[in-house]
């Protein structure tokens, strides 16, 4: 089983829907992140999280929210879709405990939403 | 702010070199990192590099660090066709700033 999972793995929606994208890790990290991935325009930080009671804003958290329900878990939500969010969406996980903490990322395999 | 730059782009034949380049501009950058994406997966760290580091070598992989010019490659040897990916160069400041990617360069190895 993957360490950090993404559900769904594709989703297509309409536009003005609501739509939630899940992320659960069993790495045991306490940091837990949300990247865009479009074709040209390379990652993109959405919102990150360094523990259950921190929630920042990255740099395009227009349009998104997120909640860290757990440790483990880490929800992205679209209030109201538009078609300009189609894209790829990663979740990321790091460890600020590590030994050398390096930042380094481990991700998921990616949510492809499509908003039509 | 932060950025990073790479092309998009590279094309190289089975067992020839390819050379990824990327450049920065926050000099204050400390961690340097080469991620690489496969068809239909998650980015997985390949390796990285200090900023008090000239060079790094792991297997078929050289990273080369050029700290004055803000420049980073990745040298991959006998490039095989199991290469074919999408290779990102990121950076940060520190272990508690989250990583900045480049845009991601496109690598194509032909038989």
């Known amino acids: 089983d993957a360490d950090v999972t993404q559900t769904p793995r594709n989703r297509i929606t309409k536009t003005g829907k609501r739509i939630m994208l899940e992320c659960s890790q069993t790495k045991g990290h306490d940091r837990m992140y949300w990247y865009r991935q479009d074709p040209g325009l390379g990652l993109r930080l959405i919102y990150y999280s360094f523990d259950v009671k921190d929630i920042n804003k990255g740099e395009i958290s227009d349009g998104y929210s997120v909640s860290r329900q757990a440790q483990a878990k880490f929800s992205l939500s679209l209030e109201s879709a538009i078609p300009n969010q189609t894209a790829l969406y990663f979740c990321?996980?790091?460890?600020?405990?590590?030994?050398?903490?390096?930042?380094?990322?481990?991700f998921g395999e990616g949510s492809r939403l499509t908003v039509l | 702010g932060e950025d990073v730059e790479q092309s998009l782009f590279l094309s190289v034949r089975e067992g020839d070199s390819s050379v990824i380049n990327c450049t920065y501009t926050d000099s204050s950058s400390t961690y340097l990192y080469w991620y690489k994406q496969e068809p239909g997966a998650g980015l997985q760290l390949l390796t990285y590099i200090f900023s008090n580091m000239d060079m790094k070598q792991d297997q078929r992989l050289t990273v080369l660090l050029n700290k004055k010019d803000k420049h980073l490659s990745l040298r991959i040897a006998d490039t095989q066709t199991g290469d074919s990916a999408i290779y990102f160069c990121a950076e940060t400041f520190s272990g508690n700033t989250p990583l900045v990617f480049g845009k991601g360069t496109r690598l194509s190895v032909i038989a």
């Open positions: 990321a996980t790091s460890d600020s405990g590590a030994d050398l903490n390096t930042g380094e990322l481990f």
